[in-house]
């Protein structure tokens, strides 16, 4: 399995980014997808995921600003991320978790918000 991201790059305060995750190999169904993200000198942290039943779960400093969505027929997640602040500035992870715990990374893609 592996996952390819896209979409990032820098823009100003209060502006969008859509970032895309796509899936291929084999898998039947996953448990979680969804992103992370890691600024410098912090841990990983959440900021959202969605899971095969479709329920979402943000990170309390994005909601109602971020907003994740799939296409199960293209194993793809995306992050809709609109009123970017300084502090979203990250690298920001594409997450898979299979049946079973198996989990994956994708490479990371930068977003950079700043004036």
């Known amino acids: 399995v592996q996952l390819q991201a896209s979409g990032g790059g820098l823009v100003q305060p209060g502006g969008s980014l859509r970032l895309s995750c796509v899936a291929s190999?084999?898998?039947?169904?996953?448990?979680?997808m969804g992103w992370y993200r890691q600024a410098p000198g912090n841990q990983r942290e959440l900021v959202a995921v969605t899971n095969s039943g479709g329920a979402t779960n943000y990170a309390e400093s994005v909601k109602g600003r971020f907003t994740i969505s799939r296409d199960n027929a293209e194993n793809t997640v995306y992050l809709q991320m609109d009123s970017l602040k300084l502090q979203d500035t990250a690298v920001y992870y594409c997450?898979?978790?299979?049946?079973?715990?198996?989990?994956?990374w994708g490479q990371g893609t930068q977003v950079t918000v700043s004036s």
């Open positions: 190999g084999r898998f039947l169904r996953f448990i979680n």
């Open positions: 997450y898979l978790k299979l049946p079973g715990g198996r989990q994956y």
